[in-house]
């Protein structure tokens, strides 16, 4: 004999789980923003100790990585074009503005080889990243001073 509350449980559970997922989706996309600012702010943060994981992120948010992972996406972001970008920004400000060697701007922007910074540098910029310093200072030089 079927008992009535069994029948009745799993079309319960379905909506219950449906009007779930939907206020997830809905209140993902109206805080994609804040998630994202977030998710930059903590690399920039973990970047200082450089071990900057998509794992350490989300548990610093308190979630789990494949949520993550997910309300970047639906913020139409990847976790690692948020580490490059940041680590792009970051390098070519400090080559621009200070004095500090190649092999501590490889070591602030989170890189173990500075071949695989000067590798990716060249990805994002299209040029290395002494030339990059080299074109760079007269510019920034010329514009500083008074007219």
């Known amino acids: 004999m079927c008992n009535p509350i069994d029948a009745v449980t799993p079309a319960l559970s379905a909506h219950g789980a449906r009007g779930r997922i939907a206020g997830e989706d809905a ?3 109206s805080d994609s923003p804040e998630l994202v600012r977030e998710v930059r702010r903590l ?13 350490r992120v989300a548990a ?3 979630m ?9 996406e639906a913020a139409g972001v990847r976790f690692n074009e948020l580490l490059a970008d940041y680590r792009a920004q970051l390098a070519k400000e400090l080559l621009l503005q200070t004095d500090e060697s190649i092999q501590a701007i490889v070591e602030r922007t989170g890189f173990s080889e500075p071949s695989t910074f000067y590798r990716a540098f060249k990805r994002w910029v299209g040029e290395t990243p002494v030339a ?3 074109r760079g200072r007269p510019l920034v030089q010329l514009g500083a001073g008074p007219r």
Not at 43 to 55: F, K, Q
Not at 64 to 72: A, W, Y
């Open 27 to 29: 209140a993902t996309q």
């Open 43 to 55: 690399i920039a943060e973990l970047l200082l100790d450089g071990d900057v994981t998509l794992e």
């Open 60 to 62: 610093r948010l308190g």
């Open 64 to 72: 789990p990585v494949r949520r993550l992972r997910d309300r970047l």
């Open 132 to 134: 990059f310093r080299k």
